[in-house]
C-alpha cells in the first residue's frame, strides 16, 4: 500500500532534520553560544543572531502542549482517519513540534500528557517522526 498523505518538501534548513529522521533520529538545531535549542530550521541562531550552531540529537521525549482535533477532510489521504488530531509537543530540550498522536488507544488526549517519538516510515525515501504516550 502506498502512502497517500501529503509529505513535507524538504528545503535547504530543513533537509538534515528530515534526514535524521530517515535515520531514526529526531534532531534540531543547537546554539553554540548559548547552547539552547532552536527549532524550526534557520541560517541564525535566534538567541545571538549568528550562525554558530550545530545539528544535535534530541530525546524524543517530551508533553503535548497543544492540540486540536481535525473533524473534516481537508486532504484526501486523512479521509479515514477522521477525527484525528494533530499535536504540538514540547521536547524536554525545550523545542516544539507539530505533529501526530499514534498508538491513544483508550488514553483521553491532554494538555501536559507524556509523549516520546516513534519513525514512520512513509516512503523509501522519507521517514516521519510521530508521536506516542511515554511508556
Not at 529522521?21 to 534557520?42: V, W
Amino acid at each position: 500500500m502506498s502512502y497517500v498523505k501529503p509529505l513535507p518538501e524538504p528545503d535547504k534548513w530543513s533537509g538534515p532534520f528530515f534526514e535524521a529522521a530517515r535515520n531514526e533520529r529526531l534532531a534540531a538545531q543547537r546554539c553554540t553560544a548559548t547552547g539552547k535549542f532552536f527549532f524550526p530550521p534557520a541560517p541564525v541562531s535566534p538567541f545571538t543572531r549568528d550562525k554558530n550552531w550545530s545539528w544535535e540529537t534530541l530525546s524524543g521525549r517530551g508533553k503535548i502542549a497543544s492540540f486540536v482535533v481535525m473533524h473534516q477532510k481537508y486532504f484526501p489521504g486523512f479521509a479515514d482517519e477522521i477525527p484525528y488530531a494533530v499535536i504540538e509537543v514540547e521536547l524536554d530540550e525545550g523545542v516544539r513540534l507539530i505533529s501526530n498522536i499514534i498508538e491513544l488507544g483508550s488514553l483521553t488526549l491532554e494538555v501536559g500528557m507524556p509523549v516520546e517519538v516513534v519513525f514512520l516510515k512513509a516512503t523509501d525515501d522519507f521517514t516521519l517522526p510521530v508521536f506516542k504516550p511515554a511508556t
